[in-house]
């Protein structure tokens, strides 16, 4: 399907039809980059003429990113013509590839100032021609290895760079016959032929860059909109941003035929968006804009964060902010993550506010007032937070001058991934693409995903990923290092298991009612999730659990294996296991413990949060483990669909701390109950351990172990063997090295080693 797919985009007659170098070719790099890849697999579907012209825009394209050398762009003109030399616009290209690197040095022959008069002294004519004399054989040494091709002879480049070329040298010649005279105290310097020429050269300058296509020519500069309008997505943004720019703009003109305005438009402007959304770049757009305009003298952006302006002693922070307000007059100062200028709850060693107060004088009073536009950036509700907090400062802002940047949408994020691949000379496959936006779910839990910025990072490591297992061959295909399969982006998962979830539950010794349970939520969740993708109605899935059952019985690791199950099976994004207890979540003083939940959470997002103990956070109506109780019900509302809670404990006390909160209550549906081990079960988890560790033991030690654990309370389960194996281990080691007996019988685990072991533990975990 996907084959069909690529080769559905692509039309026959439109690729021939592209025949004009001024026009961009009718098909994106990418797609260009994908039809030839499918073209590898279905060769019939696309004649040589098309193939060519493929590989022709490939090349169009690769001009308009790399300026410099680029090596393979010939090696795409070579292919090109394989497959049909005929193809008019290889030639063109071939030309323009060759007259670009004219272009490029061209621009650095600069003679525009270069002026000389009769009335000058020797002393300075001769300084003015020895310096023209430099700039002459500087670009004879730039172009030295510049070869143009026979066949770009009839082109007009050809015949503006030539005539260039004699007029330099015959300008040349004038040169060193006017310093000769001078230095032997002669007159009769052709100052006028030499001005004439100068500027005959200038004009066949401006002639070959008027003759050069300017879609090639990186010295037009887009202006701001332009710019905006070419970045991804921030529809809301854009149209707010031609709005704002069409305002100044007629406020200007008003002003020019003599209206005046006694409030002029606020400059000032507060951009809040998520990580990874452009504020940044929006902020370096404005002040591109108000320079455009007139309204600052300079498009600098002057970019600050709390670190640059706070200081550590009385009087610093002032003397640092009216530092950088001075460096920005004239321009912008823009203020990331401003809302850290004010921290609640700090004690009078902070010295953000008087930053604060020291920006807001300068912004409205003194010497600097007008002067500078202050544009200030951070989180949508942190900033909300500080302003409210600030009402000087907020009153600086009008209510027009705000821009909230939206998160990206996923289809945008796919945009941007595939544009910064291509920056780096790769491009996604139709299946890759779809599995990246896989990546992008996964990383999308929470509030501080990084948008474009996380993006970048994704294919940055896909990328890595690929070269470090990869190397480059002389007899490669080129499109080999190109591309990033979906095999390049399975192996992004560091710590991917690929062990199945249902077989570890299953490996597990015991807990038969546990496995059960768990069985049955797997199998509602799977003919659930078939139900929805059938377009049925799905019953709401409830996935938040109680774990009940003493010490040792298994609560932790099938909770590990319960986050892996919800992963596999689409539930959780990332399906990683965060583990919390009450020290965790409660602070020790009022106002702290909801931030500390609250960052448990966030860390937890997109997988398990197993709190143990959990009913050690309730310990009356004044404690403040109320307070984590009220924030984990309300953070488990906000992301119902991001987060998975298990609560776990005894199960007489789990069940007087649930009924003790009609919100943990009503979100808390599931309920497994983890019994204590029998005998029999400790006996296969005790050989389980030793076999593990390469140990062995006799029937006899077999039998003991039985027989002590099905007439003693094993206080600890499973934790209780394992540190029993431990310690017979311990006792072994002594007993050999105390006999000198380091034989093979090292292996072997004695009676004796596990009745030690038994006095040391069972004494231990009866204290």
Known sequence: MTNHLIFSKINEATLLNWTDINQSPPYREIDCLRAI????????????TAVSALHTM????????????????????DLAKEYDADFPMIETLAQI?????????????????FSMRETDFDQLKSKKMTELKEEINRFFELTRHVSIYSSSKSHPLYHIFKELKEAL?????????????????????????INHSVRNIVQLIEDFNEAFPSIFNSEVKQSPLEKLESMVGLEHVKRYMRQYYHYLKYQQDRKSIGFQMIDEPGLHMIITGNPGTGKTTIARLLAEIYHELGLLESKKVIEVNRSHLVGSFVGQSEENTMAYIREAVGGVLFIDEAYSLHRQDQSGSDYGQAVIDTLVSAMTSGEYAGKFAVILAGYPEEMRQFLWANPGLRSRFPEQNFIQLPDFKISELLEIAEEVALQNDYFFTETALNSFYGLIERAKVDDSFGNARTVRDLVMKAIFKKGASISVDDQDDWLDHMHIESKDLAVMDDDQD???????LENLIGLSNVKDEVKKLSSFVKIQQTRKDQGLPSVPIQLHAVFSGNPGTGKTTVAKIYSKLLKERGLLKRGHFIMAS????????VGQTAIKTKNKIREALGGVLFIDEAYSLYRGENDFGKEAIDTLVDEMTKHNENLVVILAGYKQDMKRFIDSNPGLSSRFKKYFEFQDYSGEELLDIACFHIGRYHYQVDN??????????????????????????EEAIQFQALRLAEADELTETFTDL??????NAWEQVKGSADE
């Open 169 to 193: 040298v015959e300008l040349e010649a004038d040169l060193d016959d006017g310093i000769d005279l001078i230095e032997n105290r002669r007159t009769g310097v052709q100052t006028s032929k």
């Open 750 to 755: 004695s009676i004796q080693d596990f009745k």
């Open 582 to 589: 009450r020290s965790d979540l409660v602070a020790g003083y």
């Open 498 to 504: 690929d062990s199945n979830p249902m077989e570890q």
């Open 58 to 77: 490939l090349v169009y394209h690769r001009l308009m990113r790399h300026h410099d050398v680029d090596h393979l762009s010939d090696k795409l003109l």
């Open 37 to 48: 890849d499918q073209y590898r697999a279905e060769p019939e579907k696309l004649s040589d």
């Open 97 to 113: 590839r060759q007259f670009y690197r004219v272009f490029q040095d061209i621009k650095t022959l600069d003679l525009t100032d």
């Open 700 to 725: 006899g030690v077999k039998e003991y172990l039985l027989e002590q654990f099905s007439k003693q309370v094993v206080a600890g389960n499973a934790r209780f063997v394992v540190n029993l194996v």
